[in-house]
């Protein structure tokens, strides 16, 4: 299609967006003032390049921020296997701090570009790709119209398209299909996701399961976790990981409900984002806990309550430490937060009800007797207590939660697969015009 056969609403923003670049700069100086931006890079924003294109052939793959990010390393990993250079974007520093020393060699980190028409267009002149793979729902209207154009093959992977999502688009049902029937495939993670994709006008939709399952769980420093655990010791210990605001005096006020029971209770809070630690802390010790921050060296020492590990990509080495993990961003209305990392490491799984995001793990985990449901604080503090004074149960949910999250492994080897005939078409295109 041309831009003349596109919608309304399509000719709109993509005019909108062409007269809106002095304003999106302007965003982005903004954003890179508050620390939302890297300024070193700020021009990778806006389509320039931060290093030359690697020779041969180059597969693009996006992922918005960490969790899409994350999910993509078993891809790179694959597509570098075959002989490609892996461009992987994100649109956050967090995402990129953690996918940069994830990326195997033949890989590199780049930010993506703003949708503006002539930022997406400078950066498609520049790196070339061969192929595109942008992992869940990441639909930018121009960028999707400019592969398109291009003749790049456009895959989304991991696909997923929430109910919210679903109704947003169906409000505009002729350009949710202008832009998905410009989708070469989707790769959805459910039958669900697929449904939805399907209907909004993506022609060519498969189910191949969610590729977090298939994840390699987080790193983490050895010598660090040694440290820890000299320090932390025999205490009785408990983690609250991804928290969001109002949870964390939740927490807070659950270890006050049972610090006379457990002795020496340690309570380590990781939020989800690390900028809150100080107003977390501060939080903690209004409410008569003793509280340290990690981001500022502290250590949890024995006369330390709630330990506030406010840092980016330290999961896996708490995940590890404690063998009672609550996840955040359930007992308040955010969706819940991605239970396969602690599972992985053999961690018994608390979550609140709020859980919709991951409505399809949680109930098998649940079912199985990996995860408990938790209704409210009260009931929170109650269950630590129940389930940390009884070690063997601990175990036993750890053992559950492996065991029910194996029948939904596969994902990577289904999806890698399906991208397969796209590769042999992108080689003998190569062989064509060496």
Known sequence: MTVAQLTVALRAYRTGLVLAEPALAGLLSFRAWRGKEDS???????????????????????????????????????????????????????AAELVAGRLPAGAFHHYVPLDAPRWVARFLDHWRPEIALVAESEIWPNTVMALHGRGIPLLIVNGRMSERSFKGWSRSPRTAEALLSRVSVCLAQNQDDAERFARLGAPRVTVTGNLKYDSAPPAFDE???????????????????????????????????????????????????????????????????????RSQGDAPHGAVNLYVADTLGELGLFYRLSPLVFLGGSLVPHGGQNP???????????????????????????????????????????????????????????????????????????????????????????????
Do not use: K
């Not at 690697?54 to 390393?73: K, T």
């Not at 610090?259 to 309570?267: E, F, H, Q, Y």
């Not at 209004?286 to 921050?293: D, E, F």
């Not at 409505?359 to 269950?383: K, N, P």
């Open 223 to 293: 010598d660090g976790f040694a440290h820890l655990r000299g320090i932390v010791g025999d205490r009785p210990l408990w983690v609250a990981a991804s928290t969001h605001p109002g949870e964390d005096a939740m927490v807070a006020r659950a270890h006050l409900a049972l610090m006379a029971d457990l002795p020496g209770l340690l309570t380590i809070l990781v939020p989800r984002h690390p900028h809150r630690g100080g107003d977390v802390a501060n939080e903690s010790e209004t409410l008569g806990l003793r509280s340290a921050r």
């Open 40 to 94: 070193s890079r700020l021009a990778e924003r806006r389509g320039m390049p931060g290093r030359p294109r690697p020779p041969g052939r180059l597969c693009w793959m996006h992922g918005a921020s960490i969790g899409e990010a994350l999910s993509l390393i078993g891809l790179v990993d694959g597509m570098v296997d075959r002989g490609f250079s892996v461009l992987m974007t994100t649109g956050t520093r967090s």
């Open 340 to 434: 396969i990392e602690p599972i992985r490491l053999d961690a018994a799984v608390l979550h609140g009800p709020h859980v919709e995001n991951f409505a399809q793990v949680y109930g098998s985990l649940d079912r199985a007797g990996g995860a408990l449901a938790i209704a409210d604080e009260r009931d929170l503090a109650a269950t630590i207590g129940d389930l940390l004074r009884d070690p063997t149960r601990l175990q036993g949910m750890a053992a559950a939660g492996q065991a029910a999250l194996r029948p939904f492994e596969g994902a990577l080897d289904r999806t890698l697969a399906l991208i397969e005939p796209f590769i042999t078409q992108v080689t003998l295109s190569a062989m064509a015009n060496p």
